[in-house]
């Protein structure tokens, strides 16, 4: 590992992906790391909807066959007493459910077609400082560890943001993740009974009492599949986040009770301003 790449991003999930692409593409060579298998990269805790404009201000592909699921026309959000709703829809509401796996499985694709050297199931155990420099990282896998140098480092590892923590101290360069800027988030793909009265639209449920610091989501994946979940804000939560679920689902959706459950998750989801410094020396977040 004496190779000196010119970028070395960290974590291939979205943003990972698209900024190694878009270096590789613009002439650097680059070494993208993922914890994960490449054939896992996009398991996570999800709601699976992507705005259509997203894939339009970055240059992305719509998605295709098994890795669209549905699309949205728009959102419905609920007050706390379900009785006020509003709809939103048209431009900048439109929205993919995507099949979460399979659009990691193309973005990481994509990179490696870009001329991404992909590093996967290998793990950042910390950045290599010199001078108050970012110069290398220490990466283990299941074979051996060692060191990756590099000129300059993404972190794009997320929730765990394991370079960003150990940083070279720069003025205005936040390297903590405060709690109040989390949220705990769970989900589940659920499979009805019947079919969704309106599957074109997606529903948001505003409540303090049943999530803290967040909202309830049901979005429909298909004719009578859904994604649903809910995220409360990690420094209000007073109990399990799973329980937060199962008492909405109860109180509110009862009806939900009854559909098969094919897969459950959750995970922290930064949900904070944007930095003010995204930079410090030799990395960026």
Avoid at 57 to 68: C, D, V, W
Avoid at 144 to 149: A, Q, R, T, V
Avoid at 150 to 158: E, K, N, T
Wanted: net charge positive; aromatic share 10%; glycine share 10%.
């Amino acid at each position: 590992m004496s190779h000196i790449y010119d970028l070395v991003v960290v974590g291939a999930g979205t943003g990972g992906c698209l900024a190694a692409k878009t270096a590789a593409k613009n002439g650097l060579n680059v070494c993208l790391i993922e914890s994960k298998s490449g054939e896992k990269v996009g398991l996570k805790a999800c709601g699976d909807a992507v705005g259509k404009h997203h894939f339009d201000n970055i240059g992305l592909t719509y998605p295709t066959g098994s890795e669209l699921c549905w699309e949205l026309e728009g959102v419905e959000v609920f007050s706390p007493d379900f009785k006020t709703s509003f709809r939103i829809a048209g431009l900048g509401a439109k929205a993919f459910m995507v099949n979460r796996v399979e659009f990691g499985r193309r973005l990481v694709k994509e990179a490696l077609d870009a001329g991404v050297e992909f590093m996967d199931k290998t793990t950042v155990l910390k950045p290599i400082i010199e001078n108050n420099y970012v110069v290398a990282v220490k990466v283990k896998n299941n074979v051996s560890s060692g060191i990756l140098k590099g000129r300059i480092f993404v972190d794009a590892s997320g929730v765990s943001a394991i370079l960003r923590r150990n940083a070279p101290e720069v003025p205005g360069f936040e390297k903590t993740v405060d709690s109040g800027d989390l949220e705990i988030a769970y989900r589940e793909i659920r499979v009805l009974d019947d079919e969704i009265h309106d599957k074109t639209f997606g529903y948001i449920y505003l409540s303090q009492e049943y999530a803290p610091g967040g909202y309830f989501w049901l979005f429909p994946k298909g004719s009578n599949l859904v994604n649903i979940g809910l995220g409360v804000q990690f420094s209000r939560a007073s109990m399990e986040v799973k329980n937060y679920f199962t008492r909405f689902i109860r109180d509110k959706l009862p009806w939900l009770n009854k559909a098969k459950v094919l897969d459950g998750r959750g995970a922290f989801v930064p949900t904070r301003r944007p930095l003010n410094n995204m930079v410090s020396n030799g990395l960026i977040v």
